[in-house]
């Protein structure tokens, strides 16, 4: 069967559809609110939709290498929680840096927890994170059982409001982690990662170690979600053990809405980012666009379903003309 | 020397009877009270009914392969138990339309489902999560928010009572068991089982050696969706009221009773028999954990760490140098 120029085309830039689907999103957001690009609305949005980027990043090298990671949400809550009842609202700078590198650190042994079950017992990646994320969330649960407590409002104001040359912060973020996913992917981490995504067997036997890439993948996982938590908490201020729940399969979808493919091995991580982007600015559209409240659940998820099937759907109808 | 093999369905079961001893010992458990013990165990298999029920459609899509999953089930739970809800009304005689109903709805969902995966390319994991939402949003928006309804006597007493007064089995596990009958008479005895494990082995050689692997995909999501909408029925029946999140609780644990039972979660291999022992198990668990009177964090945390025991147990893939 002679494939069509789109499948090729799909097939070497995965992210190419993420693409479109991110500029027409961001055209309709403009259309719907003129004032999107302005300083103040572009940094309100793009503060709001920092922590599910880094989180979506984080997921996507996990994806990429053939697995899953369920427990995500709750290593975020973990780490609001901590951040939440040991800085306070009272507490000191220092202090605060103090937590984070102790975040930081939670999240990368969360995540080595996950690779050790998934990568060295070899258990399978969802219910190993499924069970998993149950120990984060009931850990969340038992340092902050109501929610309440929080940050300085110094250090929120920190995250809110720096905006270096007049851009967002999440700007300069995600810059950074796209240099960074530039650099490693063209190093020999990142051709491994790749063959152990597409395919661990054959990996396996060109002498590839397996096993330490998948173990790194839910480490990097733990890290990037550690970093999204700690966005998140400075965003709201505050602390709540549930505050992750929602947003691990909002991380998913946005990786498959970035073109990785589910089974692993193919993608980037640019595409994810603007997967992430794009179901950030979907939720505005759908607020901009004065939908009836009732409605509103049912046309996002609408909206989200065509997205995925777009793809397919587009193959499919070429294939038939040809 | 010989090896001594237990095989995953009766490893759980084994491990429910065990713990169902041992929570004698509890300081509020049954002690030397038989008829007690008696009562209690009724209790928890009529409680794993109705998880048993929608795991038996999770466990089809999961033996059919290629990532095969159904995040959907809850949503479907939901919208037929609201579906039955509403059209019984109290009344004996629509009890029937009503079961059609919930199963037409159940499948037509698990259609698209399989529609989506198998046409479209999706990946099941997000064309599953995707139509949860949307099946979700249909839910708010037909329900605004209240439904009025009830269900009829004739349910209540066919469901949730026994069968006659002098045997104390309620009528659910008895239907449990002869839906039991069936899966196995489905999976091992029919062809429509004997195709369901070979694409799920792998879809290549399944369809060279004869199989319509395009229709069996589409069967087993259309199944599933259908065994959900029976599920969600026969919770509406147990429960007598509906709710918004009356599913969603059932919809991980379910994926996880099929992994406990020894299915694997990369499909081709598996039984219906070893996910009731899974549902068993962790609707034991689960209830454990309730009369234990534990604060929810410390039942999470317990919950995730028996979970991550059990999987590691016998939930080990292959290893790399096979």
């Known amino acids: 069967m002679k494939r069509s120029r789109w499948d090729v085309l799909m097939s070497r830039y995965p992210a190419l559809f993420a693409l479109i689907l991110f500029v027409l999103s961001i055209i309709i957001n403009f259309i719907l609110q003129p004032n999107m690009f302005a300083k103040e609305t572009l940094n309100s949005n793009m503060r709001v939709f920092l922590p599910i980027i880094l989180m979506s990043v984080g997921q996507a090298i996990v994806i990429l290498g053939g697995g899953i990671d369920i427990s995500v949400g709750s290593i975020v809550s973990i780490v609001n929680t901590v951040l939440a009842t040991r800085v306070g609202l009272d507490g000191s700078p220092e202090k605060m840096w103090q937590f984070v590198f102790v975040s930081l650190f939670a999240g990368l042994m969360a995540g080595a927890i996950n690779g050790f079950f998934i990568a060295y017992l070899r258990l399978q990646p969802i219910i190993t994170t499924y069970a998993t994320s149950f120990l984060y969330a009931g850990f969340a649960l038992f340092i902050l059982p109501n929610p309440g407590g929080g940050i300085p409002a110094t250090i929120a104001a920190l995250y809110r409001d720096t905006k270096p040359l007049g851009l967002p912060l999440a700007f300069y973020v995600i810059a950074i982690i796209l240099s960074i996913w530039l650099y490693i992917s063209s190093t020999r981490y990142g051709k491994f990662l790749f063959a152990v995504g597409g395919k661990p067997e054959a990996a396996y036997e060109t002498a590839v170690p397996v096993t330490l890439m998948q173990f790194s993948t839910y480490v990097i996982s733990g890290f990037m979600a550690a970093l999204s938590g700690i966005a998140i908490t400075m965003l709201s201020g505050s602390g709540n053990a549930e505050i992750g729940g929602s947003m691990t399969l909002n991380s998913i979808t946005a990786v498959v809405i970035g073109g990785n493919a589910m089974s692993g091995g193919i993608g980037g991580v640019a595409g994810p980012v603007m997967g992430a982007i794009t179901l950030g600015v979907i939720q505005n559209i759908i607020s901009f666009a004065h939908i009836d409240t009732w409605w509103e659940t049912l046309v996002k998820a609408t909206i989200i379903v065509v997205a995925l099937a777009a793809p397919g759907a587009i193959s499919l109808i070429r294939r038939r003309r040809s | ?322």
């Open chain 2, 1 to 322: 020397m010989k090896r001594i093999s237990i095989s995953p369905p009766v490893a759980a079961l084994l491990l429910a009877v065990i713990l169902f001893l041992l929570s004698g010992l509890l300081p509020n458990g049954y002690g030397s009270d038989l008829d007690v013990a008696r009562a209690q165990a009724t209790n928890i298999l009529r409680l794993s009914v109705f998880l048993g029920v929608i795991a038996a459609g999770q466990t089809l899509v999961i033996i059919s392969g290629s990532e095969g999953i159904d995040l959907s089930a809850g949503s479907v739970v939901t919208l037929t138990a609201i579906l039955t809800y509403v059209i019984v009304n109290g009344q004996d005689d629509k009890v029937l339309p009503a079961l059609l109903v919930s199963l037409a709805v159940g499948a037509l969902i698990g259609l698209l489902n399989g529609a989506g995966v198998t046409f479209l390319k999706i990946s099941p994991f997000v064309m599953t999560l995707g139509m949860s939402g949307v099946v979700t949003g249909a839910i708010i928006i037909a329900n605004h928010g209240n439904v009025s309804g009830k269900v009829a006597p004739i349910m209540t007493r066919l469901i949730a009572r026994p069968l006659s007064p002098g045997i104390p089995i309620p009528n659910a596990i008895i239907i449990w068991l002869l839906f039991g009958l069936l899966m196995w008479l489905l999976l091992e005895r029919s062809s429509f089982g004997k195709s369901l494990f070979a694409i799920g082995v792998n879809r290549v050689t399944a369809k060279l050696s004869g199989v319509n692997v395009t229709g069996m995909n589409l069967a087993a999501y259309s199944l599933a969706g259908a065994l959900a909408g029976f599920g969600g029925f026969l919770v509406v029946g147990n429960t007598g009221v509906v709710m918004i999140q009356l599913g969603q609780p059932f919809l991980f644990p379910s994926i996880a009773a099929v992994a406990v039972g020894g299915t694997l979660l990369s499909g081709g291999k598996g039984s219906y028999w070893g996910t009731m022992a899974g549902t068993i198990v962790l609707t034991l668990i689960t209830s454990l954990l309730t009369t234990m009177q534990m604060p929810d964090s410390v039942r999470r945390m317990v919950l995730g760490a028996t979970l991550l025991i059990l999987i590691s147990i016998y939930g080990r893939q292959r290893s790399l140098r096979q």
